[in-house]
């Protein structure tokens, strides 16, 4: 499995992004998908998370600015920006069975991209 990431990007406070993630190697579309961050200092943090049937979850302070969807690929849309959103974005993996479960996104079978930069300015 392979997972890249691409889209991150320097922008003002109020400015939109589209992270995406390049998934390959799973046999259809079994996998579920989310986008962490991490910022310097700080917990890395669950941003969205998509099943496979399309079912979304968000954490509260990205509610109804961020958009996590699918298609060929996964992508996090980000409107609304603040300078706390400012972090390494993460795209990892994994099978059905594994998203939100214990040891999740810890599992040795979650996959994880190299992560992409947003930063944004005030």
């Known amino acids: 499995v392979q997972v890249v990431e691409s889209g991150g990007d320097s922008v003002q406070a109020g400015g939109s992004l589209r992270l995406s993630c390049a998934v390959s190697g799973y046999t259809g579309n079994s996998y579920c998908a989310a986008w962490f961050r991490r910022a310097p200092g700080k917990e890395r943090e669950e941003v969205a998370r998509?099943?496979?049937?399309g079912t979304r979850i968000y954490t509260d302070s990205v509610k109804g600015r961020f958009t996590i969807s699918r298609d060929n690929a996964v992508h996090l849309q980000m409107n609304g920006l603040t300078p706390e959103d400012t972090a390494m974005y993460y795209c990892?993996?994994?099978?059905?069975?594994?998203?939100?479960?214990?040891?999740?996104?810890?599992?040795?079978?979650?996959?994880w991209g190299q992560g992409t930069q947003v930063t944004v300015s005030s």
């Open positions: 990892a993996t994994a099978q059905w069975w594994d998203c939100g479960s214990s040891s999740w996104p810890d599992n040795p079978t979650t996959y």
């Open positions: 998509i099943s496979p049937t």
